[in-house]
């Protein structure tokens, strides 16, 4: 994981919105970004479904349906393959767990960049291994909570990093989702999302 290369690549994207939506005076832009991250790691908790003990379905949602799909009824999936432009005919877009696990990355990095906490020395064999997924949830919601309070610490990109390995994505997975979220990202800015 090169992390040098994802905190420029947010410093980008950070800058172009920091021009776009500038702050305003008495802004607490970084309580802003630390909520942003818990939604989204609730978000991505959703997706992830292990924890909902009232429910038979606790898969984790690892493909999304395309919608122009599920509005075919009747349609083969062979002609579909020539009308789709969504998702090709494949009948989906993309792994909405891996989608919503870059979206915190996105805030984690831009938090580190905000109180100037990039240059950290970062431990990808991590310290303490947790075993339980949800517990994994909690630690990095504690961290991010704590941020409030305390630095930015590389404790919480380690608890994130073991939480995507518990997921079962691999680093390139997490930079090539990055990357082309990343892109999206500037592509709102562009049309003023």
Request: proline letters at 2%; one cysteine or more.
């Amino acid at each position: 994981m090169n992390l040098t290369k994802l905190f420029e690549t947010q410093r980008i994207l950070d800058t172009r919105i920091e021009k776009e939506h500038p702050r305003v005076e008495g802004e607490e832009r970084l309580a802003k970004k630390i909520l942003s991250l818990l939604v989204e790691l609730g978000e991505l908790a959703n997706e992830q479904r292990s924890w909902k003990f009232w429910s038979n379905d606790q898969e984790p949602r690892i493909t999304k349906t395309c919608s122009f799909c599920n509005g075919l009824g009747s349609v083969k999936l062979s002609d579909h393959k020539k009308t789709c432009r969504r998702c090709g005919g494949k009948g989906s877009t993309g792994n909405p767990l891996l989608e919503e696990y870059v979206d915190c990355l996105h805030f984690i990095l831009s938090i580190g960049l905000e109180i100037g906490e990039e240059y950290f020395d970062y431990n990808q064999n991590h310290t303490f291994k947790e075993r339980d997924i949800t517990i994994q949830f909690l630690r990095v919601i504690d961290y991010t909570i704590g941020l409030r309070e305390d630095d930015y610490c590389s404790e919480l990109l380690e608890s994130f990093t073991h939480l995507g390995e518990m997921l079962g994505f691999t680093w390139e997975q997490v930079e090539e989702a990055y990357y082309a979220k990343n892109k999206i990202n500037h592509e709102r800015q562009e049309s003023g999302y």
